[in-house]
């Protein structure tokens, strides 16, 4: 799964692909674009450095909710467990990292 962002706009794409988690961005969208866009469609914070956002997990449930499978829950918790093992959960396992891919 991966989130399409644009200044306008925010798109949970392939929910039910839990084997990545990204956020593709256009090239030329501003940093400070960036960052709006992510506050004001609340999908959590975009990091120091601007490579990385922090997306709340209740966030991913909420946009996929009715588009993924039965399993797809228990599928959200593996890619999690995985993530934080990984370190790249929050400290309290609320939020998880997202890679800004840009192109």
Same mark, same amino acid.
């Given at each position: 799964?991966?989130?399409?962002?644009? *200044? *306008?706009?925010?798109? #949970?794409?392939?929910? *039910?692909?839990?084997?990545?988690?990204? !956020?593709?961005?256009? !090239?030329? #969208?501003?940093?400070?674009? #960036? !960052?709006a866009s992510v506050a004001r469609h609340e999908l959590g914070e975009v990091l120091p450095g601007g490579e990385h956002l922090m997306i709340p997990l209740e966030t991913v449930r909420r946009l996929a909710e009715g588009r993924v499978g039965p399993d797809w829950p228990a599928d959200f918790e593996k890619m999690i467990a995985y993530a934080a093992s990984k370190g790249w959960t929050s400290a309290d396992g609320t939020a998880v990292r997202a890679h800004v891919e840009r192109g």
């Open positions: 799964m991966y989130f399409r962002i644009t *200044a *306008a706009d925010v798109e #949970l794409v392939d929910p *039910a692909d839990v084997q990545g988690f990204s !956020a593709v961005v256009p !090239a030329d #969208l501003p940093p400070e674009d #960036l !960052a």
